[in-house]
């Protein structure tokens, strides 16, 4: 759990244009995200693709598996 919030706690700033910004107000209400949300899965998604692609990373990791209830 630790290791979950020190992740978090990386700064990132970043300066847009206003048509930037309203592109990323668009899709951050689009995913029902806040910014840091989006640029999250965006990045994830750009990685997996890379993974897909050129498998320059190795085969992408499994996932967990939910708690049978």
Known sequence: ???A???R???FTMRMSEEEA???DEVAKHYALNAA?????LVKREHDNL???A???GPAPKRAKSPKK
């Open 37 to 41: 949300g989006v640029i999250r899965m």
């Open 55 to 57: 498998n320059a990373f």
């Open 5 to 7: 919030a020190a992740m």
């Open 51 to 53: 993974r897909t692609e």
């Open 9 to 11: 706690e990386r700064l």
């Open 22 to 24: 309203s592109r990323l």
């Open 1 to 3: 759990m630790a290791e």
